[in-house]
């Protein structure tokens, strides 16, 4: 017989097997695969057919863990490549202040 609080902890741990490991994308992701389960059910669905139709509406762990990738990466990489930027400009131009705040020294 189908358990569907069974089949969730079973999808999180493929969702941790594909490397999403942090509880908040992970506990938002349930939230989501949850509601698509209510909304099939509530159609009618079976709660198996409803939690199977949810699953591949959210995504194969594999897509998700890809998708991750893409935003954290936009996410990180912009404020790391500034601030890379800030301290190289930083250190170019410092050196060009002398006491009157400008000139080679």
């Not at 089949?7 to 992701?29: C, H, T, Y």
């Not at 099939?40 to 991750?68: D, H, R, Y």
């Not at 410092?94 to 020294?105: E, F, R």
């Amino acid at each position: 017989m189908f358990n569907l609080e069974k089949s969730i902890s079973e999808w999180r741990n493929q969702m941790r097997a594909a490397g999403i490991k942090f509880p908040v994308p992970l506990d938002e992701l349930e939230i989501h695969l949850r509601e698509e389960i209510e909304r099939q059910m509530k159609i009618g669905l079976s709660e198996q057919s409803a939690f199977e139709i949810a699953v591949q509406k959210i995504g194969e762990a594999g897509q998700i863990k890809t998708e991750f990738k893409k935003v954290n990466g936009e996410n990180w990489n912009r404020p790391l490549a500034w601030i890379t930027w800030a301290i190289f400009l930083i250190s170019f131009f410092l050196p060009a202040c002398g006491d009157d705040g400008w000139g080679w020294n």
